[in-house]
């Protein structure tokens, strides 16, 4: 499974950006789809997570409220919604896919068994 992202760019505070990420290969391997991202110096956190059905989705506390994921399965492709950008949200992006089935370790960067290359998404106050 191959994951292209796109969307990054940079932003003033307040903005909105839209990143959406496609899956090629097979869906059974896109169970769960996800956004994390990476700040300089920072670890890799979780954004947020959505499954197929698009019933069941997660989001780091950082970004509730702000931020919504969604997904078309017909293009396996995931989008994420950021709204009411802030400064501290800068970073690169990644979205992320795994064919397991549970909501364990949603938010665990180990647990996705495929990475996109990264946009990267600049916030400026």
């Known amino acids: 499974v191959q994951l292209q992202a796109s969307g990054g760019g940079s932003v003033q505070a307040g903005g909105s950006l839209r990143l959406s990420c496609a899956g090629s290969?097979?869906?059974?391997?896109?169970?769960?789809m996800g956004w994390f991202r990476q700040a300089p110096g920072k670890e890799r956190e979780f954004v947020a997570a959505?499954?197929?059905?698009?019933?069941?989705?997660w989001f780091a506390d950082s970004v509730k409220g702000r931020f919504t994921i969604s997904r078309d399965n017909s293009k396996n492709t995931v989008y994420l919604q950021m709204n009411s950008l802030k400064p501290e949200d800068t970073a690169v992006y990644y979205c992320?896919?795994?064919?397991?089935?549970?909501?364990?370790?949603?938010?665990?960067?180990?647990?996705?068994?495929?990475w996109g290359q990264g946009t990267l998404v600049t916030v400026s106050s």
């Open positions: 959505i499954n197929r059905g698009g019933v069941s989705a």
């Open positions: 290969g097979g869906t059974d391997s896109t169970y769960v």
């Open positions: 992320s896919a795994r064919s397991l089935r549970y909501s364990d370790y949603i938010t665990t960067p180990g647990a996705y068994e495929y």
